[in-house]
């Protein structure tokens, strides 16, 4: 049976949206027999020191990454009627420290400069200034690829595909698969299984690895209802308003434009952490793919972010004996 690692997870830090804690999924990879796995949270990087902290004390290797917003133009904020903020989903994850640091630095102008609604948002111009050290993936059903073969087809995806190639390289840009049983994606008439063998002819034909991943956003499968209540809290919805589990529609696309009387909900209960053993009976068909989450995990370099606290040093007047008396005599006046 092929080693397997998870490189798409979201936890309690993909705010409203993530169920799972990093703690429990960490202990789940550790008692799996897992070497790795990757922290993909939604836009943001907040949970990345506890990360790290918890995969050091597993003793496994932790790989930092988000799963960006990407839209055309990030300084875009005002949107004609009818039209609506594009936003697609996009997985890099950091190879070494300078794509760490990079990392954080997309993040960070996803916030200061893309910020929309409430989602910190980038684009590919951030992408070509930013993408040292980092490893981008094909990502889920709400990336630019997938997306593309679904509503523009298959050449429009391929010339999608150059662009992502020829800025990291088949070394560091890999095909992602995924298989959660999703049909008729965006009323598309197409399953996420249609999207896959697509996306496989065009790795043979650019000479691409294959992955395979589980966009993880609870634990274990039992937990798919508590997170139904989250993405109502997320979105302001009862959990009685009515859902359209028998098709997928994919989150960032159900807003503006074209209204829904759905409220948004995943389609089923497969967004789970699942084991290695579940992966390679999904996948067997596929047993690279497998592979290829294992060499990922080999050429990330472990990063260590635990670091002394760094405090400002304030002149301390002479009545007070330090630092803490001064700032409570401060609080209260």
């Known amino acids: 049976m092929p080693n397997f690692n998870h490189l798409h997870c979201h936890t309690q830090f993909s705010l409203l949206d993530g169920a799972a804690s990093i703690a429990g999924m960490m202990k789940k990879a550790q008692a799996d027999g897992m070497t790795a796995v990757a922290l993909t949270d939604h836009g943001n990087m907040f949970g990345a020191f506890k990360f790290v902290a918890e995969a050091d004390k597993a003793g496994m290797k932790p790989i930092v990454g988000c799963e960006f917003y990407l839209v055309e133009d990030r300084h875009q904020k005002k949107f004609e009627k009818g039209k609506k903020d594009e936003r697609y989903h996009q997985l890099l994850l950091a190879k070494n420290m300078r794509g760490y640091q990079n990392l954080t630095k997309l993040c960070s102008l996803g916030y200061i400069e893309g910020f929309y609604s409430k989602y910190p948002r980038i684009d590919k111009e951030l992408l070509l200034k930013y993408h040292e050290g980092l490893i981008a993936t094909s990502c889920c059903i709400g990336a630019t690829v997938p997306q593309t073969i679904l509503h523009e087809g298959e050449e429009a995806a391929d010339k999608e595909l150059k662009w992502w190639v020829d800025l990291f390289g088949r070394e560091d840009y890999y095909i992602e698969l995924q298989r959660h049983g999703l049909e008729n ?3 598309s008439g197409k399953s996420q299984e249609d999207v896959n063998q697509i996306l496989l002819r065009l790795a043979k034909k650019h000479d691409l690895k294959v992955i395979c991943t589980n966009d993880s956003h609870y634990l274990d499968q039992k937990d798919s209802e508590a997170h139904d209540i989250l993405l109502c809290i997320n979105t302001g919805s009862k959990k009685s308003d009515p859902t359209n589990k028998g098709e997928m529609q994919v989150e960032g696309k159900e807003e503006g434009g074209k209204k829904t009387k ?25 047993p690279q793919a497998l592979d290829f989450t294992c060499e990922i995990a080999d050429k990330v370099e472990k990063i260590k972010l635990k670091r002394d606290i760094l405090m400002p040093n304030f002149p301390v007047p002479a009545q007070f004996a330090d630092q803490f008396g001064f700032l409570k005599h401060l609080t209260f006046e």
């Open 262 to 286: 759905y409220r948004f909900a995943f389609p089923n209960n497969e967004f789970f952490f699942k084991t290695q053993a579940q992966m390679n009976k999904i996948f067997a068909d596929v």
């Open 185 to 187: 994606i965006d009323g």
